[in-house]
């Protein structure tokens, strides 16, 4: 497989909808293998803010849903997580939250410098929305090493049907060129069976990541939420979301990609499944226990259970039960060794 021609991806794609999906779980699996053997991720995720100035139509804490208690985390509860996930044995903190304006750059960059100062053998990741290269430049500065930022879809016309029209996938894609060249290990990736999406579209976000070749993809289901306007569709569909993953392990061999915890929300095996799919990371919740419900991006987020960090034993026994082996150190890509 290329991975050149739009068509032939798109054959794959539906040959792989109506037959065994083994064998691509399997050629995803060996592709892994060189670059990470049986060892699986752990990144404690830390949701710091649902305030959103933003009004994705997917999203739940969309900034026209008023049905929704806000929080932010001050510096210090957010050092008192990273201090808790630290205690577990994790090494690896992705500070998450909508773009909300009170996260200024220099508070931004005083947490991060904390965190760094604190726990510096961690690595820092953050998944904070579209901002200025400048801005991304000072966050990289304080410590940061790594940024997510879901590409969504990669079709123009397609980004247009989710999101309002101050958001653009061009903003999007300067977005993560600048992350790039900034120097961050860099994350994009799409929600499976959004609205309006094709498998053409599907395609389109695998040529994209081709070209992008980006550090990590997050690729999980569209799930529904009630407060948006795109409560009447369905949630994604979990085996072509599976076989969206192989593809792109095959594609992108090197690839962080996380076993999503959306694909954990709509099937009890989906992390596993995932994972057998070609899925080497996964992210526990680390959020403070009382804000948690808050942070629904969809309606029955998991953020509780096996997916809650505090519950790292039972996550363990999960990942080891299936044959792999759990890591909790920094887990750099291996071409950014550094901090
Ligand atoms: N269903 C699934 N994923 C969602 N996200 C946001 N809303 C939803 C939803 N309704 C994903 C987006 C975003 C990431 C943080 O969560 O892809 O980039």
């Known amino acids: ?17 109506h037959n065994d999906t083994e064998p691509l779980f399997a050629a995803a699996r060996e592709a892994r293998e060189p670059y990470y053997g049986k060892r699986i991720f752990l990144r404690g995720l830390v949701e710091v803010t649902n305030y959103c100035k933003q009004n994705c139509f997917y999203c739940g804490i969309r900034y026209g849903n008023e049905n929704i208690r806000r ?14 996930g630290f205690e577990l044995g994790f090494h690896s903190f992705v500070l998450q939250g909508g773009e909300d304006s009170h996260f200024t750059d220099d508070i931004m960059v005083d947490i991060i410098s904390c965190v760094k ?38 079709n123009t016309e397609h ?25 961050f290990q860099t994350g994009a990736g799409f929600m499976v ?16 990541l081709r070209e992008l070749k980006p550090h990590m993809v997050g690729i999980g289901p569209f799930i529904p939420h009630k407060e948006t306007p795109f409560r009447e569709f369905p949630s ?26 959306a694909l954990g929300s709509v099937d009890d095996n989906g992390r596993e499944r995932a994972i057998n799919a070609g899925a080497n990371v996964i992210m526990p ?18 953020s509780t259970g096996s997916e809650a960090a505090e519950a790292i034993a039972a996550i363990k026994k999960r990942i080891t039960d299936i044959g792999y082996i759990p890591d909790l150190s920094t887990g750099h890509h291996y071409t950014h060794n550094v901090r």
Do not use: W
Not at 239 to 245: A, D, K, P, S
Not at 294 to 300: E, G, M, P, Q
């Open 285 to 302: 919740n680390l959020s403070p226990y009382e804000f948690r419900a808050d942070y629904a991006l969809y309606d029955n987020k998991l």
């Open 159 to 183: 980004y247009q049907k989710l999101h309002p029209t101050q958001l653009s996938f061009e903003n999007r894609k300067k977005c993560l060129r600048d992350l790039k060249e900034v120097g």
């Open 1 to 17: 497989m290329r991975f050149d021609n739009k068509r032939e991806i798109i054959d794959i794609i539906e040959y792989y909808m």
């Open 71 to 84: 929080y932010r985390l001050d510096k210090e509860q957010i050092l008192e997580c990273v201090r808790t």
């Open 193 to 208: 069976g959004s609205p309006y999406q094709t498998i053409e579209n599907l395609a389109e976000d695998l040529l994209f």
């Open 236 to 261: 994604g569909n979990v085996e072509l979301t599976l076989i969206m993953v192989a593809l792109c392990r095959v594609m992108l061999p090197d690839a962080m990609l996380p076993a999503t915890t």
């Open 117 to 154: 100062e604190k726990f510096p053998d961690c690595a820092v990741t953050l998944s904070m929305g579209e901002k200025s290269r400048e801005s991304y430049q000072k966050y990289y500065d304080a410590g940061a090493a790594r940024y997510l930022l879901r590409h969504e879809t990669a």
